[in-house]
T-cell receptor, first 112, second 114 residues
């Protein structure tokens, strides 16, 4: 099946710094979604991308759907303590099986 | 609040037992997905239902089953539980628009098998 390679696996940054994480795949994806998960909670949708080349912002978050349709990145600017959590990329390919494939997650820690 | 509800929030049971997890999708969403998340693991897709019918299967064990009812709520049944079944179980419902599909997750059920 399709696999998403998400990197980095974990990040430790200082408050105020910018963060970048990305997902790549050997398959073409039609949708890229970025979720954040707080401990013990369900993933919360941050940004959804549906077209190659699309660049979308949500506050301090910016995500892009790669031109090749095989990658996506998420940037967080001016990080704050509440940005701590696990960030997952997810996407699905065309076809009848509409299951999302998830990346393995990026654990973000923001140091004061 | 995503609009997806799951009950119970926590469940503690013993090996060999059977439990039922319940999910109510967002109003108007016809699709329900079930996922398992073990400690320090990613989200593993289990099964999808659309308007009462099974649509897709992922890494779901034979001991597990699910169904979606006419009112669109869904139940995930886990039987002959093993220690390794301890995990967070999430359901998600989805909506489609002109751009594509977006899934919204519930708060999860934390299952502990002792």
């Amino acid at each position: 099946g399709q696999q998403l390679n998400q990197s980095p696996q974990s990040m430790f940054i200082q408050e105020g710094e910018d963060v970048s994480m990305n997902c790549t795949s050997s398959s073409i994806f039609n949708t890229w979604l970025w979720y954040k998960q707080d401990p013990g909670e369900g993933p919360v949708l941050l940004i959804a991308l549906y077209k190659a080349g699309e660049l979308t912002s949500n506050g301090r978050l910016t995500a892009q759907f790669g031109i090749t349709r095989k990658d996506s990145f998420l940037n967080i600017s001016a990080s704050i303590p509440s940005d701590v959590g696990i960030y997952f990329c997810a996407g699905h390919t065309s076809g009848s099986a509409r299951q999302l494939t998830f990346g393995s997650g990026t654990q973000l820690t923001v140091l004061p | 609040d995503s609009g997806v509800t799951q009950t119970p929030k926590h469940l503690i049971t013993a090996t060999g037992q059977r439990v039922t997890l319940r999910c109510s999708p967002r109003s108007g969403d016809l699709s329900v997905y079930w996922y398992q998340q073990s400690l320090d693991q990613g989200l593993q897709f289990l099964i999808q239902y659309y308007n009462g019918e099974e649509r897709a299967k992922g890494n779901i064990l034979e001991r597990f089953s699910a169904q979606q009812f006419p009112d669109l709520h869904s139940e995930l049944n886990l039987s002959s539980l093993e220690l390794g079944d301890s995990a967070l179980y999430f359901c998600a419902s989805s909506q489609w628009d002109s751009f594509g599909e977006t899934q919204y997750f519930g708060p999860g059920t934390r299952l502990l098998v002792l």
